[in-house]
């Protein structure tokens, strides 16, 4: 197989600190953010005495030498910084992990063990999460939570197995961080693939805002001024910039230019117009082609490494067939366009025919779109490389998550839950402040070896893409479809069951970036 030439529980805490801020909560009391467990699981939980396993105890250890490991290290070395990067001819200041609007796409095999060493040259303090990996505890990179936050001009050695092959990818897990250029691609490649693919493409597709006369710290305050000047930043990230006049103006003008819409997504998708949509770090008007010979079975590793938009994926001329979501294979399923929401991965399967073809990632629910070019080797290269956001497949089949199967090696063993939660996502009012509420939500306890089952009741108006954090977990609904990150319609509930089999404290989230930034956020606490 060849490869193309293309280049502590901060939940709680957060939401108490925005009520104290201005943020319109009537009565945390009535939102349930405190208070007793009503569910089974909790209530059993109450009754015993917490002895919490935390990242440094011996637990994480032995359960990362328990992995499966083939001995072998990958070593990179990451280094965040200012940089100046060129959007198709436009150049932008931003923070990268190198020269470009993406970081460098990392391979390794599964059971290897990655050695990463990171090193901070940004003003603020960051961290690095590998999202998706079953990864040790004190490896997670989310301060304070798992570890320190990496200060400026300080270096922070990360080393983990990654037992699990698929596509995942990594992001600084530091404020509104991953919404400038501190993420890229992490692949685990499978020795037993047995999809027969020829050439194998990773593609990462984002929203751009950074260095575009605003900043994401600018998009928040205008979101809600209430999370200006510092509280904005969870894993220990420094103080925003000041916010500028100018920044503040043309944020105010991306937050009030129409929300989008989607009967797909059940209304309301997304709150900013983002001016630029880029795949592999690249506009529409400069692609990176994809070049493979005629007749070759191309997988597309797709990752929506977006803050807050939802994309509709299609390649012009071709059915794609779905083989893996989140890492996980499915049962090959065909369709015209998958719908990718923020942190999720689809693996999908084009045979190549003769010719230069689109490959559009339209923004779902209002104008805009992310492009790039698959070409054959024996095709002559597109007159205008901008392809334009429309083209038949997008308003062909469309293949959800839920019309998804996972494939018999990757279900999870039939088991009755030994702890159900239930979790409320929710709005408090009509301020841009959001939360994970509920009796059971601060209380999210569990014992090695168990069973749990979340259900998460969507009271909002909004869709969330929910992710946990050190595990994965199978939906019921879906017929068990394994993911680490699914979307959680508005008037909803949609349930999860994990097996208990990684120690620690995580984090369960909204990813959503700007919704967990505002509140949108819990933790998994594991105890004795």
Not at 5 to 23: I, K, V
Not at 135 to 162: E, H, K, W
Not at 207 to 233: I, R, Y
Not at 348 to 370: C, D, F, K, M, N
């Amino acid at each position: 197989m060849t490869r193309p030439a293309t280049r502590s529980m901060l939940g709680r805490r957060r939401f108490l600190s925005l009520a104290a801020a201005g943020a319109g909560v009537a009565g945390l009391g009535a939102l349930g953010v405190a208070g007793c467990s009503s569910s089974s699981g909790a209530a059993s939980g109450a009754s015993e005495k917490l002895d919490y396993i935390k990242p440094g105890d011996p637990e994480i250890a032995a359960a990362e030498r328990a992995r499966r490991s083939t001995g072998r290290t990958v070593t990179y070395a990451l280094a965040a910084g200012p940089a100046t990067v060129d959007l198709g001819g436009r150049l932008v200041d931003t923070w990268s992990y190198g020269v470009g609007a993406v970081a460098p796409e990392l391979r390794m095999s599964a059971g290897d063990t990655l050695s990463a060493s990171v090193t901070n040259g940004v003003s603020a303090d960051t961290s690095i999460h590998w999202h998706g990996i079953r990864i040790r505890n004190d490896m997670d990179g989310v301060p304070p939570v798992t570890q320190p936050a990496i200060a400026s001009g300080t270096t922070f050695d990360y080393s983990f197995i990654a037992p699990d092959p698929g596509t995942y990818w990594y992001h600084s897990h530091s404020g509104l961080q991953a919404d400038r250029g501190l993420f890229g691609a992490l692949v685990v490649e499978d020795p037993d693939d047995a999809t027969g693919v020829d050439v194998d493409a990773v593609l990462v597709i984002d929203d751009w805002v950074d260095g575009m006369g605003t900043t994401p710290d600018a998009v928040m305050a205008a979101l809600n001024p209430a999370l200006s000047g510092g509280h904005a930043g969870h894993g220990g990230a420094a103080m925003p910039a000041p916010v500028g006049a100018d920044e503040a103006a043309i944020a105010t003008a991306m937050t009030t230019a129409g929300h989008g819409d989607s009967a797909v997504l059940g209304g309301m998708t997304q709150h900013i117009a983002y001016p630029m949509h880029l795949i592999n770090g690249r506009p529409p008007n400069d692609p990176a082609v994809i070049e493979a010979a005629p007749g070759a079975r191309v997988r597309l590793r797709l990752i929506n490494a977006g803050a807050e938009t939802p994309y509709r994926f299609a390649v012009a001329g071709h059915r794609l067939t779905v083989v893996a979501v989140d890492g996980f294979d499915v049962v090959p399923t065909e369709t015209d366009c998958v719908l990718v929401g923020m942190a999720q991965r689809y693996d999908v399967v084009v045979t190549l025919a003769s010719g230069a073809w689109p490959v559009v990632a339209a923004v779902e629910g209002r104008p805009g779109y992310a492009s790039t070019i698959l070409r054959s080797t024996d095709a002559a290269p597109l007159s205008n490389p901008d392809v334009g956001g429309s083209i038949p497949e997008l308003s062909g089949q469309l293949v959800l998550e839920s019309d998804l199967r996972p494939s018999e090696k990757v279900l999870l063993a039939d088991r009755t839950p030994d702890r159900e939660y239930q979790v409320d996502l929710l709005q408090a009012g009509d301020r841009y402040v959001w939360a994970m509420a509920g009796a059971d939500a601060g209380k999210l306890v569990m014992r090695q070896g168990e069973r749990i089952r979340i259900t998460m009741n969507n009271t909002s108006t909004m869709w969330h893409p929910m992710h946990t954090h050190g595990h994965t977990f199978a939906v019921p609904d879906y017929g068990g479809l394994r993911r680490d990150t699914v979307n959680v319609l508005p008037g909803t509930s949609l349930a999860i069951d994990f097996d208990a089999d990684n120690p620690g404290e995580w984090m369960f989230h909204c990813h959503n970036a700007y919704h967990f930034e505002a509140g949108m956020t819990a933790n998994l606490m594991y105890v004795r």
